[in-house]
């Protein structure tokens, strides 16, 4: 708790000692102030969260390098971090704010791009326990650190979270840093290391990327009692995102009109959308990406001809992940194509959202809590029915019948078939632990009119399956985790089921 009352009141100053209302207009001696009061925030939250950050760094090398062992090592083992020489800020590259409002919060986000520079030679910064199969063991040390990287730190306020109103922080390397350090190895005089100091170096810098270059992050979220750092690796099986592409084609002088066109958008490693615009027309594509690997998108326009080749007007390709790491959501494209006496105008934007992943943890006995990395942040608009939802059935309990069932659930929206579970056998409290996410198109609707339905069913082999029970769930902007929902039939509980049900919005702020 002291910890955390400290770090309020550093916050507080810093944000005292900086007019963060008018970031794109910062002269230089406000960007010099500036500098100073991230340094010394830096500096002081180091100090504070020394023991945390240990036990951060620390489970961090207990869970990684347990299957990665070098031949000859049983296990390597964080004794001490050094945090005396700490992370510098050089240069602000970019610094802006967002400011949104939904029921009554106020939300403002601070996104600063920054230069940072770690140099500590002739020091040590960690030392590790190594032990080997021959019952020996070394001590090995991190020396001579040197890091360089560009970096983008986030701050989310929220007027609705305790004094000082932060709800969280976030911060990333937007590229690779550059890395140079040394590694020594100790108490094995005569003895082979076994590469230990090779493998230690290619360790730390592979988690540096794993952990910390975007979409990884060091996470701390500043609405609990206790401030407690996550980091969450950049996984692209983790990072659902959503690509919006908007095509328009509208004619400014026709003297030979067209009715073939059409607008096109690639993605997914050779899928494709299209939609015939005729000779004008706009068309908004939707597609979201249950993870972060596939990196380019394409928007065409073609006229489609059936005696010759097809003819492309306009080609516009996006790298996601270059997009995003620009924080440049929006990527516009535009054209005039000129064909004899007559000519078109081709407005094309890709948007691109990345979204937090859902990762739920156990919370105790047949229960589940979502990890703060979701539950911390807030979409703050006001939620129309644009966005991505999480729907997960975990299990069923005291499924109601004469004899022995062998339940499935079919799960559905607005008729729309989400999945249908695993048949579960002779059994009236089945594990479905089965989800799904899917993206919901933009309508102009608000979220809750749209109804999520669980339908239970004792599977038949030889005649129509029978009905156990039915339940619907009106999705919402509060997460429903690990929530138990009754099902019905006939105005009779016939059992209960517990699901998990979460709706990001697009954007996701």
């Known amino acids: 708790m002291l910890r955390y009352i400290l770090l309020v009141v550093l916050i507080t100053q810093v944000e005292g000692a900086c007019d963060c209302s008018d970031l794109y207009n910062t002269t230089q001696s406000q960007t010099s102030e500036t500098l100073g009061w991230l340094n010394g925030l830096i500096s002081s939250w180091y100090e504070i969260n020394n023991r945390n950050l240990f036990e951060l760094v620390a489970e961090v090398v207990r869970n990684e390098t347990a299957d990665v062992l070098p031949v000859g090592v049983s296990s ?62 070394a001590s090995v040390t991190v020396e001579d650190f040197f890091l360089s990287a560009h970096a983008r730190v986030e701050i989310l306020m929220n007027n609705m979270v305790p004094f000082p109103g932060i709800q969280n922080v976030k911060m990333t390397f937007i590229s690779r840093p550059v890395l140079d350090f040394d590694v020594e190895v100790f108490d094995l005089v005569g003895l082979d290391t076994f590469g230990i100091d090779d493998w230690v170096h290619s360790m730390i810098e592979d988690e540096i990327q794993n952990r910390l270059v975007y979409p990884g992050m060091i996470f701390v979220d500043l609405t609990q009692p206790e401030v407690v750092p996550v980091l ?74 059936l005696i010759k080749f097809d003819e492309t007007w306009a080609d516009f390709r996006v790298n996601i992940p270059r997009q995003l790491r620009s924080n440049n959501l929006v990527k516009s494209y535009n054209k005039v194509h000129v064909e004899g006496g007559s000519s078109w105008n081709i407005t094309m934007e890709i948007s691109s959202y990345i979204l937090p992943p859902v990762r739920l943890l156990p919370a105790g006995t047949n229960s589940l809590a979502l990890l703060p990395t979701l539950e911390s942040q807030v979409n703050c608009e006001e939620s129309n029915d644009y966005g991505v939802l999480y729907v ?7 499924f109601s019948s004469h004899d022995e069932i062998d339940p499935f659930v079919k799960v559905t929206m607005d008729t729309q078939d989400l ?28 979220v809750g009119d749209h109804v999520i339905e669980f339908e239970a069913f004792d599977w038949d082999r030889f005649s129509s399956n029978d009905l156990v029970g039915t339940t619907r769930v009106v999705v919402q902007k509060t997460a429903m985790v690990d929530e138990a929902v009754a099902l019905y039939k006939d105005g009779v509980q016939t059992g209960t089921i517990y699901i998990t049900v979460i709706f990001r919005p697009v954007p996701f702020f």
């Open 76 to 137: 390597v083992e964080l004794t001490k971090l050094h945090l005396t020489v700490t992370p510098t800020v050089t240069a602000i590259r970019s610094q802006h704010v967002n400011v949104k409002c939904d029921e009554g919060a106020a939300f403002t986000r601070y996104i600063m791009d920054l230069d940072i520079k770690m140099d500590a030679p002739n020091s040590v910064l960690a030392e590790a326990r190594v032990k080997f199969l021959l019952g020996v063991s």
């Open 232 to 305: 969450i690796a950049n996984d692209s099986t983790m990072h659902p995102a959503v690509v919006s592409a908007s095509i328009t084609v509208t004619p400014i002088k026709i003297t030979s009109p067209k009715s073939t066109l059409e607008s096109w958008f690639d993605y997914n490693d050779g899928e494709t959308k299209k939609f015939v615009v005729g000779n004008e027309g706009h068309h908004q594509f939707d597609v979201f990406f249950s993870n972060f690997e596939h990196q380019l998108v394409r928007a065409r326009v073609i006229e489609r001809n």
């Open 392 to 398: 997960h059935l975990h299990r069923g309990f005291n």
């Open 419 to 446: 999945f249908t579970t695993k048949t579960k056998y002779s059994t009236f409290n089945p594990v479905f632990e089965e989800k799904t996410e899917v993206l919901i198109r933009r309508s102009g609707a608000p």
